[in-house]
């Protein structure tokens, strides 16, 4: 289906109120729910799921270092809006078909608090997931300033729930970003960009079988989804009437499959100031930015002496990335600014010459280096998946790292697609990226480099918690374990990879 672009307002989710507050801690609740929304104006009101009834979900904004307690509250329907394949691993005919558990992702969080795949409830806890453990998470949010995300990843249907609606923003503010004197308030704006199929009638459609259909199955996961159309912020192309000024904007890929290489049709810079895990050393000027599936990037973009004028967020990146089928005219804009609005004060918020200092990890601190693979392989069914380390995901746990200690992970990619990879509970840094032969890789499983280490974008030089590792590359990443053990799982980010085997368990020991 071709809509019309642009005729619908960006809507700006609300940020929630807490049910309790005191110096001590603060608590929220967050209720799960189906209701209908209308996602464009030429569109049947479109039956989704959303936090509080509203999709994407409100903003939950929080201190570092505040304790929080948050309830989430599965209040969903007993049948899925979306097709379940029951073949895919934790959504066998064994558990309910609807069942839902919390990440926040990025958040730094003890194990029972972090929506483990399989800590998943239903309706008021009637069933839970062999490794529930409470009704109430707890958040001490020891992370800087930075912009989180939450959504569902329960294991089976995470690509399901997340496409019905299950996202929102989860921002952590400190005393040194207020320093900063950047956009607040009206002047910043969170912007959740996804793509979407519709069905005539309005409702989300979601492939029921991949392209070779699995003729003994009703319903089967497929490789990839592709969405027809960009929407933000549950908009399909919205535009945003702006000030001539400077805006603060947190950008965030909530995706399943389809990355975004975007761009600003003026040809000017954005300014990027934070990465997924909060500022960087200094703002960089680019004229695009690359966001696979749950990357964030935090920028400024500066309307000034652009009164009357239009300008369109653009996206070019092929899907599957980087070699896969290239956008068109519906999915290769995203969103317009129409700068319409009469300057309401002076703008005297900056973008700062230096933010914060950022030390490189030093490699020489790691005690362990471990070599990851992800290749192709075939299911009982025939169907291709990915794996980790050529194990699923209730294969023995493998990766135990100690609670305190430095490793390296080299992530070996010798497939098509580029894939990206988040660790629960850590933010990393990325340290290089550099080809391999691919070939001799899957013959013999020896690593033999075919050209110089590439270091990171400099869009990537601040502290990550997802990584795009390309294809026939390996991609390092350094990182410190903590400051909680338990059990966490890292995972690629293609919604229907992780669903799909390609996540794995890890577990923070003492």
Known sequence: MIFSKFVDELPIPPVLKPRWKDQ?????????????QSLHSELNDTTVWGYEGSYPGPTIEVESGEKVFIKWINNLPDKHLLPVDYSVHGAHMDVPEVRTVVHVYGACVEWESDGYPEAW????????????RKQVYQYDNCNQACTLWYHD???????LNVYAGLAGFYLIRDQ??????????????????????????????????????IPELETSVV????????LVNGKVHPYLNVEPRKYRFRLLNGSNTRFFRIKLDSGQLMYQIATDGGFMQHPIGVTEIMLSPAERADVIIDFTNLEGKNVIITNDAPTPFPSGVPVDENTGSVMQ??????????????????????????????????YLSFKKDLDKFGRPYMLLDNKQWDAPITENPKLGSTEIWYLINVSPDSHPIHLHLVDFQIIDRRDIDSEKFNKKGVIQYTGPAIPPEPQERGWKDTVRANPNQVTRIIMKFGPYTGLYVWH???????????????????
Not at 24 to 36: D, G, H, I, R
Not at 153 to 159: D, F, S, V
Not at 223 to 230: A, L, R, S, Y
């Open 24 to 36: 001590f801690y603060t608590y929220y609740e967050v209720n799960m729910t189906a209701f209908k």
């Open 121 to 132: 409830f239903t309706k008021g806890f009637k069933q839970v997931g062999r490794y529930f």
């Open 153 to 159: 990843h329960t294991l089976g249907i995470t690509r």
């Open 176 to 213: 040194r970003e207020r320093l900063l004197n950047l956009p607040s308030g009206k002047y910043e704006i969170p912007l959740i960009i996804q793509d979407k199929t519709f069905n005539k009638d309005g409702s989300l459609f979601y492939p029921k079988q991949p392209d070779k259909p």
């Open 223 to 230: 490789p990839q989804f592709i969405g027809e159309t960009i």
């Open 337 to 370: 600014f129409r700068v319409a609005l009469p300057l309401s004060n002076i703008d005297t918020c900056v973008i700062p010459a230096n933010m914060v200092p950022l030390p490189k990890i030093n490699e020489q601190t790691a005690s362990k280096k471990r």
């Open 492 to 510: 690629c980010h293609v919604l229907e990879h992780e669903d799909n085997e390609m996540m794995r368990p890890f577990i923070v020991i003492q």
